[in-house]
């Protein structure tokens, strides 16, 4: 049965554990250290920890990482029950009223008034950042704060996708249009319900380094991290598809961030329009294996564009390779059509990326 902590919060632009599982079994075994410096959603290192394998997972955003950091060290699900009641208890409505009100247009339509006092008070409460209790906690609600309330009380929002947070005007002429009104959830609940129906699955055990950083700083703190990282498997931001700080606002705001969309505030590089500076990103990402990953490493890397063709994008990425200073031999690549667009999902008619280009490289000593 598939690990219910694998699905946590789905969102735009992931892999499929499947993807992570068969390079692990391929190329890793037992023990073995494996990297991620796109972390995203934890799958890679996630299933590392499954499969007995170690984990070094990177990711300058703040979604990847609390999930990464979540899935990877996780708690027990009693430790998670007592802190909800504490939460609950100390939760009072009256003093989150005035805040709830003043929310702009967009808090008020996007949830009921009670949800949204509940969610203001814990995302001022939460110390998602260093309690692991608290950062389960957290990603649990990530992975419920918004979704289609049509077909299924596990979201808190007004009819939203569930991979990425809608613009606010947009959302509320929609909501306007439908005449649609936030559903009344109660968010200890719901959390208490998510904790339950994750846990149904054990979390691995096994050790996880996540990191709360950009990938060009490893090459600094490598003395911190294990000597023999023997496989990287990734997938960098593809060249002008999505922009994650954008698409996950909502998200972001729960965790600190401005209650609005933004970009470039925490990375310049989740979208690049210009193809030259993409691939200048590329070639840092290069630099970074070079300096951190075993002499004889397998580094398979999974990369997309809407106008980038998938022979050109991996011809480019084997010629950037020599950037990492190291002698890289390209084992081999495959391309593959996307079955399940999620463009389409919530951006009806749109053209986003059919296909996705799979390469196996090998550093050789």
Known sequence: MRNRFHSICPYFAMFPEAFAETWLDRLTRRNDVVLDPFSGRGTTAFQSLLMGRRAVACDVNDVAYCLTKAKTDAPR??????????????????????????ATEFFQYAFHTTTLQQLLYLRETLRWRDNRVDTMLAALI??????????SDSYLSNQMPRTISTKPAYSVRFWKKQRLKAPERNTFQLLRSRASFRYESEPPEGE???????????PRIRETLPQRISCVITSPPYFDV??????????????GGPARPT???????DRHSFEAEYWRFIADMWRSLGAVVSRTAHIVIRIGSRKVSPDRLAKT??????FSNRRVE????????????QTGAFRPGTVG?????????????
């Open 77 to 102: 699900l009693s430790s998670l029950k007592r802190r909800i009641n504490q939460l609950e208890e100390g939760f009072d409505g009256r003093r989150w009223h005035h805040a709830a009100e003043k």
């Open 142 to 151: 990530l992975g419920s704060l918004h979704g289609e309330m049509d077909t």
């Open 208 to 218: 996880a380094i996540v990191l709360h950083r950009d990938m060009r700083d490893l």
């Open 242 to 255: 999505t922009d994650f700080e954008e698409d996950q606002w909502l998200r972001l705001w729960f965790l």
């Open 263 to 269: 970009s470039g505030r925490l990375s310049r590089d």
């Open 317 to 322: 990425l084997n010629a950037s390779s020599v």
């Open 330 to 341: 390209l084992i081999g690549q495959e391309i593959s059509e996307i079955q399940k667009r």
């Open 353 to 365: 990326v059919s296909m996705e280009v799979d390469c196996h490289f090998r550093f050789r000593s």
